[in-house]
Structure formats: C-alpha cells, structure tokens
C-alpha cells in the first residue's frame, strides 16, 4: 500500500510534536513545524472549498 505524501506530512507534523513535548526542537525543527502546519492547512482548505463547491441547493427541497 502507498502512503499519500498527506499522510507523510502528518507523520512528520506528528512526529515534530511528540519531540518538542520531550526534548524540545531546535530553531530549523520549529520551523519545518510551522511550514508543515501551514502547508496542512492549506490542503485542509482546498479540501473543504472542493466540496463546498459541489454543494447544491434544490429549491424544492424541504429543510427539515
């Protein structure tokens, strides 16, 4: 089975965590931390403005 490069990212994210919680990070570690978080959240993003976009609203519809 192939691991998605999101998952990869979220490993890392997870395993940057884990580290600062213990040892602590050095300067190049929070930073990779912070541009994998953002990176993160930008996919997040594009994934619920995907969906968001194939919403569709009938008129006919009742909203119970």
Known sequence: MKTSPINVMIE???ELA???KTVGLEEWERDEQESLRQEYLS???GQVKDTLNKVQISKNTPLH
Do not use: A, E, G, Y
Request: glycine letters at 0%; a positive charge; zero cysteines.
């Open 18 to 20: 884990r580290k600062q």
């Open 43 to 45: 996919f997040i993003r």
């Open 12 to 14: 890392r994210i997870n």
